[in-house]
């Protein structure tokens, strides 16, 4: 396997939780109550996972193999990327203020919500699109054999320092459960 397709995979994993998170909000907005212990499973998958495991495989082993590649940061796939990384922080805190601002089914509480989570969705899917179909494919041409060996394996490091060991297979129980209680 590639460390593009390992990102690739994780990209899907993303991409499930999107649809969960425009599930919560269409429930929200029906003003129909929502456990506290999704809002914070759907936290903890965007700030551990998607971000400090995700993201930072990508800003701290990926961008630097491709710059040692030839890729420069002048050509702007990377800054461009690096800069959408930390907008994704930024909307992924507002979303958990709003989800944290959420006790009861209210109206108010649930505009914040729904607007924050379609924000959210629709940056991280652009900014997923640009990495499958721009970056990863730079990458692919770029990064030999040997150097994506050691970026699998710094991934996997990075991971168990970050989660834990066997944290990220824990993810996909979680996932289930929640595409269940919000299907599409």
Same mark, same amino acid.
């Given at each position: 396997? @590639? ?6 995979? %994780?990209?899907?994993?993303? #991409?499930?939780?999107? $649809? ?6 269409? &429930? !929200?907005? @029906? ?8 809002? +914070?499973?759907?936290?903890?998958? *965007? ?8 993201? !930072?495989? %990508?800003? #701290?082993? !990926?961008?630097? /193999? ?13 800054? =461009? *990327? *690096? ?14 203020? =709003?989800?944290?601002?959420?006790? $009861?089914?209210?109206?108010? /509480? ?6 924050s989570a379609r924000d959210?969705?629709?940056? *991280?899917?652009?900014?997923?699109? #640009?990495?499958?179909?721009v970056l990863y494919p /730079? /990458?692919?041409? &770029? ?6 060996? &050691? ?7 990075? %991971?168990s320092e970050e989660l +834990?060991?066997?944290?990220? %297979? ?5 996932? $289930? &459960?929640? #595409? ?5």
């Amino acid at each position: 396997m @590639r460390c593009t397709q390992e990102l690739m995979e %994780e990209h899907e994993s993303i #991409k499930l939780m999107l $649809s969960i998170m425009q599930g919560v909000a269409q &429930r !929200v907005a @029906r003003l129909q109550p929502v456990p506290e212990r999704d809002f +914070g499973d759907i936290a903890r998958f *965007l700030t551990v996972f998607v971000d400090r495991c995700h993201h !930072v495989s %990508e800003e #701290k082993y !990926v961008f630097p /193999a491709l710059e040692r590649a030839g890729v420069g940061r002048e050509s702007g796939i990377i800054n =461009a *990327l *690096l800069a959408e990384h930390e907008q994704g922080r930024q909307i992924t805190a507002l979303l958990i203020k =709003a989800f944290e601002g959420y006790r $009861s089914p209210e109206a108010s /509480a649930a505009k914040w919500i729904k607007k924050s989570a379609r924000d959210y969705c629709t940056f *991280l899917r652009h900014h997923i699109h #640009k990495e499958n179909y721009v970056l990863y494919p /730079a /990458a692919e041409g &770029r990064i030999g054999k040997e150097e994506d060996a &050691r970026l699998l394996e710094a991934f996997e490091a990075h %991971e168990s320092e970050e989660l +834990g060991p066997g944290k990220h %297979e824990a993810l996909d129980p979680m996932l $289930s &459960r929640l #595409k269940q209680a919000y299907p599409e």
